[in-house]
């Protein structure tokens, strides 16, 4: 019988489900069940009353053994004594039974629409919660995780919680019932042969359980490979450009392949193991039938059980087989909830350093736009080592340009970087007009005082004009042409045939790079920025896009205090301040021609990169 309690739940035709264990990180997040309990409070009433309906329908299930025993008791008696009516003796406990399953099965739909309800509304919510959480994440969080994972708590996490929730609550409450239930029905029936069935079924549920742990173990493993797999073809797949300008297809196939033999070896042995099992299982729990057939007939032959009281123990007992059944099963279930509902609220409960909200907004009109970084030493927070930024001092004057020069890895993109405050300085402070940028509202200073653009600018799958809209939500159709006619885009967007309607593509695929750039611009300069940073903006494009973006970018430049950062030093060669950075430190400053003039570094870089050139 204890075989039969795992083989109730066995599904052979999908063996990668079967007996998974929860995934193991090294420090495992604990289930937090106050916020679980936020979570499940909105939907309490549908879940008691679910509980409710769940508890009747186990507690008819009890009834249906003892009617089916009076069904035989009739059917036994009327083909022994053949007096009476046989419709008119039997009509009555097959009504009972019917009406019975009828209800049980309304009860049973009822709590399975309840359940679903309250999991499908407890997973939105969850979702819900912790995708919020997440963008509201430190940009030093998703330096330190990875964005597959994230997705993953998302969605399998969530996925994984809910339905144990589900699962656990339906069968835990209906199995538990049920034993209970069954074993006094057991009791009244044969207390001699529930004697025996006590002895006999826990040292078989034992055994069960333990070579259903082996198989676990197994399936894990099974698991694991899967996943490798399924890794090996996602990093294909996601980098299938570079894949083909390769020409790796071949190899790409191959290592794919290799690893899904592998998951099928280990599936076939799984495979194999279960299959085993089952075998044995249904042995067993045909010897128990036959052992309890034996001994109810020699208690027959007593006179001390009737035909029908046997059948009802058999029934009772096989259920009895499938709750336990259902019971090892949630344990593991349970443990896979948790610690999947744990993953997820691990993130939900995340505080970020730097919130979004919160802090002194600066009117649009007394906003002059002069930036200070003033003593800014910083390291970042995933390597608090490296100094990236010492002792940094720099002023940019309200409305002027000042450009940031310097070698590779020196530092340029972390002013940006701080100066929108993705991060914080260690020492020092980041001034607008005076006031420290800690204190002022981080949202307006990202979404309206500053605008930034970057080398590779990301749209979104969307429209061209969607994408404009996204640096201005509510813009109307007339700001977003401004912006666009600002930007030097409105006349390639006219030639597209739906024009402002074009979708981009997934990151805006279907458009050239400086097509991206200006219409990323536009994005920037519908939100009329007081600041404006510029990192490598043109750096990716060839000579002729870098002259129609360049000439976009000196038009959205005029009166706002701009930040460059460039490597190609012929972009900013106007700039009223240019500025070289080495290892974190100033090394020089002034305009072009007297750091040209000075001979140092700066003089150094133009001369190579007129070498280079040439
Ligand atoms: N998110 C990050 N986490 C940890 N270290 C980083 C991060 N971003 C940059 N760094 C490190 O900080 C240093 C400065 O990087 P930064 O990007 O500011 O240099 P850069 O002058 O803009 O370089 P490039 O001209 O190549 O863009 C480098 O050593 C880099 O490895």
Not at 483 to 490: F, I, N, R, S
Request: glycine share 10%; with cysteine.
């Amino acid at each position: 019988m204890g075989g039969h309690v795992v083989y109730c739940q066995l599904d052979l035709n999908n063996n990668d489900n079967l007996f998974p264990e929860p995934k193991k990180t090294h420090a495992e997040p604990q289930f937090n069940w106050r916020e679980f309990w936020k979570l499940l409070q909105p939907q309490l009433l549908a879940l008691l009353v679910a509980s409710l309906l769940a508890f009747g329908a186990a507690i008819l299930n009890i009834q249906i053994p003892l009617l089916l025993g009076e069904l035989v008791n009739v059917v036994s008696r009327y083909t022994r004594e053949c007096t009476g009516s046989y419709l008119q003796d039997i009509h009555k406990p097959v009504m009972k039974l019917l009406s019975l399953y009828a209800l049980q099965g309304l009860l049973t739909s009822g709590y399975i629409v309840l359940l679903s309800r309250v999991g499908e509304r407890v997973a939105a919510k969850m979702r819900k919660t912790l995708f919020q959480s997440l963008l509201r994440q430190d940009v030093a969080f998703f330096d330190a995780k990875k964005t597959g994972m994230l997705v993953n708590r998302l969605t399998s996490d969530v996925q994984e919680f809910k339905s144990s929730f589900k699962q656990v609550v339906a069968q835990g409450l209906r199995s538990v019932t049920q034993i209970a239930g069954c074993f006094i029905s057991l009791y009244l029936i044969s207390p001699r042969l529930t004697g025996l069935l006590v002895v006999v079924m826990p040292t078989l549920v034992g055994g069960g359980a333990l070579i259903g742990c082996l198989l676990r173990r197994l399936s894990r493993k099974a698991q694991e490979q899967v996943a490798k797999a399924t890794g090996v073809a996602d990093e294909a797949l996601g980098n299938v450009r570079t894949v083909r300008a390769f020409a790796m297809e071949s190899r790409e196939e191959e290592l794919y392949s290799v690893e899904v033999d592998k998951s099928c070896q280990m599936n076939e042995i799984l495979g194999v193991g279960i299959a085993v099992f089952q075998g044995l299982s249904n042995l067993v729990l045909n010897c128990i039938v036959l052992g309890t057939i034996f001994t109810g007939g020699s208690l027959m032959a007593k006179n001390k059980l009737s035909a029908g009281g046997l059948m009802s123990f058999l029934v009772a007992a096989q259920t009895v087989q499938r709750s336990m059944a259902n019971i090892s099963v949630l344990f593991g279930q349970v443990v896979r909830g948790l610690s999947a509902g744990a993953r997820v609220f691990e993130f939900i409960l995340l505080e970020p350093q730097v919130l979004l909200h919160g802090g002194i907004k600066i009117p649009y009109h007394s906003l002059l736009g002069q930036v200070s970084f003033q003593n800014v030493t910083f390291s970042y927070p995933t390597r608090p080592g490296n100094e990236v930024l010492k002792n940094f001092s720099l002023t940019l004057p309200p409305s002027k340009t000042v450009a940031i020069v310097g070698q590779s890895g020196g530092g340029k993109s972390t002013v940006a970087a701080l100066l929108e405050r993705f991060y914080d300085p260690n020492q020092g402070a980041v001034t607008l007009d005076g006031i420290d940028i800690r204190m002022l509202d981080p949202s307006w200073l990202r979404g309206q005082a500053i605008g930034f653009i970057s080398q590779e600018p990301v749209l979104f799958g969307t429209t061209i004009m969607e994408n404009i809209r996204f640096g201005k939500p509510g813009a109307s159709d007339e700001e977003v042409y401004a912006a666009a006619e600002q930007a030097g885009v409105d006349g390639f967007i006219q030639s597209f045939p739906d024009g402002y309607n074009t979708v981009v593509g997934e990151r805006g695929v279907t458009l050239s790079g400086g097509q991206k750039q200006r219409v990323a611009i536009a994005r920037a300069l519908i939100k009329n920025p007081r600041i404006l940073i510029l990192d490598e903006a043109t750096s990716a494009l060839d000579a002729e896009s870098e002259q129609v973006v360049q000439a976009a970018l000196d038009r959205a430049a005029t009166g706002r205090t701009v930040l460059v950062i460039a490597h190609r030093l012929s972009t900013i060669m106007g700039a009223d301040l240019i500025v070289v950075l080495s290892q974190g430190r100033v090394v020089e400053a002034g305009t072009h021609s007297m750091l040209l003039k000075k001979g140092g570094f700066y003089a150094e870089l133009i001369h190579r990169q007129t070498k280079e050139l040439k």
